[in-house]
């Protein structure tokens, strides 16, 4: 950030009084920029015993396969901003279900949010944001051309509770490395609430 939305002016790095992060702050109209970490809401999207995947025609990877997932829209939900992405990537509708991830990427100020829905009447097209769409069984999903880490996580999750028979939320982060965090609590790999 260079200029105040405010007023304009030139914005400086500090910490605020009361505060203990670097912000962007106004010296003239003393306005502070809070920057919060963006949403990416999305589906795993079921039909009989397949998913439904895109195949991504934007960047970042382009041509890799994802769920169809993107970011959430001020004035939505996260649910609404899921069964939005779907229908935008997919032109699929949905019904969705429990909420199956949640994963905080940290390093890029994300969270991804993935809900377990069913895909209606196993219809869906090709959205403007995707190459091509298709419904996999576990086997034939193309693992090495997934998109995003979270992705495969989201996957690997549902075929393993699947095979449970139970679908809890699975919440965890996805560090590039293993940190401690400012509480002195060393978070775990994953964790289900």
Known sequence: ???????????????????????????Q???IHYQNPNIVAGTLPVFEDKVLLCKRAIEPRYGYWTLPAGFM??????MEAAARETWEEAEAKVTLHSLLTVINVPQ?????????????????GVGTESLECALYTEEEIPWDELAFPTVKRTLKRYFA??????????????FREPREVEFSATLGEDWVR
């Open 1 to 27: 950030m260079n200029f105040c939305s405010n007023c304009g002016h030139a914005v400086e790095q500090k910490i605020p009084a009361d505060d203990s992060r670097l912000r962007y702050v106004c010296p």
């Open 29 to 31: 109209c003393e306005t």
């Open 73 to 78: 829209e001020n004035q939505e939900t996260t």
């Open 108 to 124: 890029i100020n994300q969270v991804h949010m993935y809900f377990l829905a069913t895909l209606i009447d196993g219809k869906f």
């Open 161 to 174: 509770d699947r095979k449970e028979g139970k679908f809890p939320t699975h919440v965890s982060d996805a």
